[in-house]
């Protein structure tokens, strides 16, 4: 079946530097990726996205690459911030001829900052 | 724009009731989906619609139901409830079925 993994279960870095949350996807006709930041209590929100035909995105702070030949992910956080501590989902799917938008997400990644 | 909004945002069950849950999109947007958030399974795939049809289910039990209304708006059902159906219930919006979902804070839904 379909599965997206992300590599380790939990992320600490300190405040200021830069953060790398991996990601290996198993589906090799996946046409899009996504990024999502879940803190307690709220549902997971947009980060950042990036379609196969890219092979990297920036946004703010932000930076999202894909690998297609070894089916890997990354996003990178500049200058971590507290704000940042949360759980980190990657996400993907295969809008192929069906059309359809089902997302299958990792298991996340926890990102702990160190003040 | 609002976002996504979800009501309720707690309830509590118990095994055998039942219980529909809502969900507006975000405005104009006329897909939405939505997942079952638990810490043991993570975030899982239910179902999706656009424009009141249903284009895609997931892996869950028929006792997982849903359907969308002409305004976009949606509501899951689940009958007979069991205790494993304790979970965070989320749903997504998008403008269309390729584009980016959209989260809302979920529905947190306790089975005793």
């Known amino acids: 079946g379909e599965s997206v993994g992300l590599h380790l279960p939990t992320l600490s870095v300190q405040e200021g530097d830069n953060s790398i949350i991996n990601c290996a996807y198993s589906n090799s006709a996946s046409d899009y990726f996504i990024w999502y930041k879940q803190e307690s209590g709220k549902g997971p929100q947009f980060i950042i996205d990036i379609r196969s035909n890219m092979d990297k995105r920036q946004g703010q702070r932000v930076t999202v690459l894909l690998n297609k030949t070894v089916k890997h992910l990354s996003l990178q956080i500049a200058a971590t911030q507290p704000g940042d501590s949360a759980v980190y989902f990657c996400a993907d799917t295969f809008h192929g001829s069906s059309n359809t938008g089902k997302l299958i997400f990792g298991q996340g990644t926890t990102l702990q900052v160190k003040p | 724009k609002a976002g996504v909004t979800q009501t309720p945002r707690y309830l509590i069950k118990t095994r055998g009731q039942q219980v529909t849950l809502s969900c507006s999109p975000i405005s104009g947007h006329r897909s939405v989906s939505w997942y079952q958030q638990t810490p043991g399974q993570g975030l899982q795939f239910l179902f999706e619609?656009?424009?009141?049809?249903?284009?895609n289910k997931g892996n869950f039990p028929g006792r997982f139901s849903g359907r969308q209304f002409s305004n976009s708006r949606s509501e899951m059902n689940v009958s007979t409830l069991e205790l494993g159906d304790s979970a965070l219930y989320l749903c997504?919006?998008?403008?269309?079925?390729?584009?980016?979902?959209?989260f809302g804070p979920g529905t947190r839904l306790l089975v005793l």
């Open positions: 619609y656009f424009s009141e049809t249903q284009r």
């Open positions: 997504a919006s998008s403008s269309s079925l390729t584009e980016t979902q959209y």
